[in-house]
T-cell receptor, first 110, second 111 residues
């Protein structure tokens, strides 16, 4: 089955800095890669996603890049704000289900 | 408002008891999912259902059971056979397997 590795497990940045979270996947047939943000005690919310026929996608301060050859994809957050502090999960979809990474706790200090 | 509801938010149970977690969606989604979340472990798939009256085991189905009698509902039963049931349980739904919408979760504690 699919295996998704996510790094780093924690990331601390100053407000205004950029943050990058990286994920690798094992199944070359995976074709859909979402990123979720989870605030404490709540369910995850989709913030951006990318499909295998696209190399990069951007939505305001958030961008995702995908390298199919290397089987890795990354989340980029620019101009971070304290409200960006949360746990972020990457995922990859193989045949019919999503496999999630173990999460990255992002802390943005004012 | 369209969305996914899970109840209760907090649940306590004694060892040896079965307990059922509720998940309802009014998004008209065909597929529904149950995940378990433990600290530092990410989300692990317990069961999923792509159509009514049909469901498949996920990666950690042992000690759990589900039913899908209605499109809107996908209850999860945590049985006494589950060795370590204390966790945060998340339900999700989707059109066809891509974008999944999550509920607010149920935190189960076994006393």
């Amino acid at each position: 089955g699919e295996n998704v590795e996510q790094h780093p497990s924690t990331l601390s940045v100053q407000e205004g800095d950029s943050a990058v979270i990286k994920c690798t996947y094992s199944d070359s047939a995976s074709n859909y890669f979402p990123w979720y943000k989870q605030e404490l005690g709540k369910g995850p919310q989709l913030i951006i996603d990318i499909r295998s026929n696209v190399g990069e996608k951007k939505d305001q301060r958030i961008a995702v890049t995908l390298n199919k050859t290397a089987k890795h994809f990354s989340l980029h957050i620019t101009e971070t704000q304290p409200e960006d502090s949360a746990v972020y999960f990457c995922a990859a979809r193989g045949y019919s289900t999503l496999t999630f990474g173990k999460g990255t706790m992002l802390l943005v200090s004012p | 408002d369209g969305g996914i509801t899970q109840s209760p938010k907090y649940l306590f149970r004694k060892e040896g008891q079965n307990v059922t977690l509720s998940c309802e969606q009014n998004l008209n989604h065909d597929a529904m999912y149950w995940y378990r979340q433990d600290p530092g472990q990410g989300l692990r798939l317990i069961y999923y259902s792509q159509i009514v009256n049909d469901f498949q085991k996920g990666d950690i189905a042992e000690g759990y059971s589900v039913s899908r009698e209605k499109k809107e509902s996908f209850p999860l039963t945590v049985t006494s056979a589950q060795k370590n049931p204390t966790a945060f349980y998340l339900c999700a739904s989707s059109w066809g397997g891509d974008e999944q919408f999550f509920g607010p979760g149920t935190r189960l504690t076994v006393l």
